[in-house]
């Protein structure tokens, strides 16, 4: 199985300022036949169902926000938030789905500073 | 707009079963591969089984492998999951997906279940 590692656990931004995630697999999630990274970011808030954010490691989902910016390669990922935002504050996780099982990562919490 | 709503979750004692059901409604259902994903108390998301659109290709985590049954019902745009011989740590609120591939882009609400020892 592909294990994934998200750090930090959690962390604490400002209002405005940029909030940095990262994500790493145990083995490379990028596939040579598709040139793409099997590689999703999820935003999830208590009492709601996970939202997608990101997919193929930098394609943001319909509606997200620009302000939210995946980037990476292999098997070093990050998320970034460029300017913090009060609904902004949620779990976050990455999730391999290279191949099966499908992974997460064990989520890092963003909160307001 | 799409739908996904879960049901069939409750209590249940150890060694018991249920029946997840996820209907789905407001896409091509037998065009997306659906899955189910939980989130125990106070941890992490889990993914736990998916299945093709057809039917025909179904994967499932370790943990739940010979115990969960996961199954589609394309007539019925609807997921089903059985779960056999129940544990303490199968205790979540489970998630119906829905992606295409393997991208989960819609979630329903959840449905809890929780087992009692």
């Known amino acids: 199985d592909i294990v994934m590692t998200q750090s930090p656990d959690s962390l604490a931004v400002s209002l405005g300022e940029r909030a940095t995630i990262n994500c790493k697999s145990s083995?490379?999630?990028?596939?040579?036949?598709?040139?793409?990274?099997?590689l999703a970011w999820f935003q999830h808030k208590p009492g709601h169902p996970p939202k997608l954010l990101i997919y193929?490691?930098?394609t943001r989902e319909s509606g997200v926000p620009d302000r939210f910016d995946g980037s990476g390669s292999g098997t070093d990922f990050t998320l970034t938030i460029s300017s913090l935002q009060a609904e902004d504050v949620a779990v976050y996780y990455c999730?391999?789905?290279?191949?099966?099982?499908?992974?997460f990562g064990g989520g890092t919490k963003v909160e307001i500073k | 707009e799409v739908r996904l709503v879960e049901s069939g979750g409750g209590l249940v004692q150890a060694g018991g079963s249920l029946r997840l059901s996820c209907v789905a409604s407001?896409?091509?259902?037998?065009?997306?591969?659906m899955n189910w994903v939980r989130q125990a108390p106070g941890k992490g998301l889990e993914w736990v089984a998916n299945?093709?659109?057809?039917?025909?290709?179904?994967n499932y985590v370790g943990s739940v492998k010979g115990r969960f049954t996961v199954s589609i019902d394309n007539a019925k745009t609807s997921m089903y999951l059985q779960i056999n011989s129940l544990r303490a740590e199968d205790t979540a609120v489970y998630y119906c997906?829905?992606?295409?591939?393997?991208?989960?882009?819609?979630w329903g609400q959840g449905t809890l279940v929780t087992v009692s020892s």
């Open positions: 997906a829905a992606g295409s591939g393997w991208i989960s882009g819609y």
């Open positions: 407001g896409f091509t259902f037998n065009s997306y591969w």
């Open positions: 299945v093709k659109e057809d039917g025909s290709g179904k």
């Open positions: 083995q490379s999630v990028w596939s040579s036949s598709s040139n793409e990274n099997y």
């Open positions: 193929w490691a930098s």
């Open positions: 999730q391999q789905y290279y191949s099966a099982p499908l992974t």
